[in-house]
Every structure is written in structure tokens, then in C-alpha cells.
């Protein structure tokens, strides 16, 4: 028989991965798995969005004030269920869910890792056949096991983060995962239904020839941001300018995009929204720990993410992340008065 044995699923990648590290349960293999899994069924139903009524408002409000569509919660439910019945996650945090869920049953008490998500992110593009994604961060439990977990476990920096991905629902279906060990990419294959690793390794370029910033906001920046996006539209010797400007408004893909090609990506503050709109724990976190193994940056423009402390666990910051050269531009920028 001719296996093809160089396609490697998600699931024979996290056990292979295991092997290098001493002592290992397998707990978060299977925390990616059961992701994983939701990622798929989520993806089956994006795909359906135009077919079947499930577009729209659910005619409910989030925590943000926001409209909240139906996959929205689709995907939330799907995210909290296969994370409360596996045996890896002992609670989590969503951005559509007012406080934090704690699973209280006895096997999930005993579970090592809680789980920060925004399960279904630039949803405000799904009736227009853009690509949306879902966003997810891991933490080590602080409390003892055995106890139900508690609001220390779900507010940590993002340092303490032990893997963080996103799931792309784009041209094909993409899975991104990073550990302290790398980044790596799975492409669904639907012929099998399975993830299978297609981006083996991911590095973010050190520069790129790309900024995704709303200039629809330009003039509510601040100075040092204005300032930058200037130099991105300006032909330059140092830069190798102009770049090009490229915001699809759907971080996952916006973010996806520039971590493959090099480039860089703001959600700046605002005059009328000085923390901006992105939140730190369901978006920032996630995201700045992937780039930041990739080898680029990421800050609030003062400091680096993942050194931000929480204070709540829908709090909003500022976000620039990308390529590290494009990143030193920035804050070069940023720190001129
Ligand atoms: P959401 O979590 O409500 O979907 O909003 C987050 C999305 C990001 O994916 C995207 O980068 C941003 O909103 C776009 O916002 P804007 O339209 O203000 O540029
Ligand atoms: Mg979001």
C-alpha cells in the first residue's frame, strides 16, 4: 500500500512533539485536539453562512455593547463544550461570555490548563464571504488542581501563556499554532477532514512591504502614528517604501497575512477610544505570543504585550504587531515628541 507519510496531522504532530519534552502529559495535545475539533465543526457551519439562515443578528447584546451574531454563539458553545468535555481545560474565558466559566465536575477540576478565546473574531464580515477566525490563548492553572479555578487562573499575563493559535476560516481552513518551541501551520484537508501541517516552522520576516492600519481613523491618532504611516507611504532609501497598504479588517487574516509575508499591524488608540477596540486577553495575548516566536513584536506603544497585567478580563489595548525592523520603525516613531 502507498501511505503518503509526509502528511502529518495535527494530532500525530502533537504526539511526535511530545517526545522532545521529558515528563510530559500529553494534556495540552489533547487541549489542541478537542480545539481542533470544535475549529472543524465551526468551520462546516462558516461554510454553510450563505446557504442557510443562520446569518444576522441573534438579536442578543455582548458584553461590549455589541451585536451578536448567530455563529458568533455557534462557535462560542462549540469552543466551551468540547474544552469542558475533554479532560485538558479546567475552565475559560470568551469574549462573548460576561465572567469567566470554571467547569466545576471532578475531571476537569483535576485538568492543568484554562483556555481565553474569541470564538468567532471579525465577525461583522461573515455576510460578505470574508474570512473571520477564531483566536485562543493557554494558560497553566495557578491554582492547585483539584480546586475549582478561579479568576487568578484566567488573568495572567500574557508571558505565562503556554501555546496560543488561531483558526482561519478563509480560501481553505487553517489551524496556527505556536508553543516555545515554534510556530506551526495546518491546513484542513477536507478529503479526510483532518488538519494536516502544511507550514511547518513558521518565521515572521524581519521586514515586509506591508501595513494594515483603519485609515478611516488617521486623524484621531496620536502624533508618533501619523507620523509612521507617513513614512509607510513615503519612497525612502532606509525603508525601501512606499508599502502597501493592506486591511482587511479580520485580524485573524490581516495578522495571518503579514506574519507570512512580513509586514506590520496597528489598532491604535483613538481620540474617542483611547484604548482602541482589540482586547487584550481573547485577542493581544494570543497574538503577540504567536508573532513573537515567529521572531517579530508586539506592544501597546509603551510597552510589550505580553508584559501587560491584567486587570480584567475584557479589557481593551492598543495593539502593533509585526515584523521586527518595520516594529523599531514604529517606536522610533512613537518615542519622537
Ligand atoms: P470583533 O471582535 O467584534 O469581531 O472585532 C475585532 C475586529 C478585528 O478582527 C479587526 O481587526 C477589527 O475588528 C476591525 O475594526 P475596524 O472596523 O474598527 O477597523
Ligand atoms: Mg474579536
Known amino acids: 500500500m502507498n501511505v503518503n507519510r509526509r502528511v502529518l496531522t495535527l494530532d500525530e504532530f502533537t504526539i511526535q512533539q511530545l517526545r522532545h519534552i521529558p515528563n510530559a502529559?500529553?494534556?495540552l495535545s489533547g487541549l489542541l485536539r478537542d480545539i481542533g475539533l470544535a475549529a472543524k465543526r465551526v468551520n462546516v457551519e462558516v461554510n454553510k453562512a450563505g446557504l442557510v439562515d443562520i446569518l444576522g443578528d441573534a438579536g442578543s447584546v455582548n458584553v461590549q455593547g455589541e451585536d451578536v451574531k448567530k455563529l458568533d454563539?455557534?462557535?462560542?458553545?462549540?469552543?466551551?463544550?468540547v474544552l469542558h468535555h475533554g479532560i485538558s481545560c479546567a475552565g475559560i474565558g470568551s469574549e462573548?461570555?460576561?465572567?469567566?466559566?470554571?467547569?466545576?465536575?471532578?475531571?476537569?477540576?483535576?485538568?492543568?490548563?484554562?483556555?481565553?478565546?474569541?470564538?468567532?473574531d471579525g465577525s461583522g464580515n461573515i455576510d460578505v464571504n470574508v474570512s473571520i477566525g477564531t483566536i485562543f490563548g493557554v494558560y497553566r492553572r495557578v491554582t492547585e488542581r483539584g480546586e475549582v479555578a478561579s479568576k487568578e487562573d484566567f488573568l495572567q499575563k500574557g508571558t505565562q501563556q503556554v501555546a496560543a493559535g488561531y483558526i482561519i476560516y478563509g480560501s481553505s481552513t487553517m489551524l496556527v499554532y505556536a508553543t516555545r518551541r515554534g510556530v506551526n501551520g495546518f491546513t484542513l484537508d477536507p478529503s479526510i477532514g483532518e488538519f494536516t501541517l502544511s507550514h511547518p516552522d513558521i518565521k515572521c520576516p524581519p521586514t515586509g512591504k506591508i501595513y494594515s492600519v483603519n485609515h478611516g481613523n488617521f486623524f484621531q491618532y496620536d502624533e508618533g502614528v501619523k507620523k509612521y504611516i507617513d513614512i509607510?507611504?513615503?519612497?525612502?532609501?532606509t525603508t525601501g517604501?512606499?508599502?502597501t497598504q493592506r486591511y482587511i479588517g479580520s485580524m485573524v487574516a490581516d495578522v495571518h497575512r503579514n506574519l507570512i509575508k512580513g509586514g506590520i499591524f496597528m489598532y491604535p488608540g483613538t481620540i474617542d477610544k483611547p484604548k482602541g477596540k482589540l482586547r487584550l486577553m481573547y485577542e493581544c495575548n494570543p497574538f503577540a505570543f504567536i508573532v513573537e516566536v515567529a521572531g517579530g513584536k508586539a506592544t501597546n506603544g509603551k510597552q510589550r504585550i505580553l508584559d501587560v497585567?491584567?486587570?480584567?478580563?475584557?479589557?481593551?489595548?492598543?495593539?502593533?504587531?509585526?515584523?521586527?525592523?518595520?516594529?523599531?520603525?514604529?517606536?522610533?516613531?512613537?518615542?519622537?515628541?
Open 73 to 81: 454563539i455557534f462557535a462560542n458553545d462549540q469552543f466551551t463544550g
Open 309 to 337: 497585567e491584567p486587570t480584567e478580563l475584557h479589557q481593551r489595548s492598543p495593539m502593533f504587531i509585526g515584523s521586527k525592523d518595520m516594529m523599531a520603525e514604529l517606536e522610533t516613531c512613537m518615542s519622537e515628541k
Open 25 to 27: 502529559t500529553g494534556e
Open 232 to 237: 509607510c507611504q513615503k519612497k525612502t532609501k
Open 96 to 120: 462573548e461570555l460576561d465572567d469567566f466559566v470554571a467547569f466545576d465536575d471532578a475531571v476537569s477540576c483535576q485538568s492543568k490548563y484554562v483556555c481565553l478565546f474569541d470564538p468567532l
Open 241 to 243: 517604501g512606499p508599502y
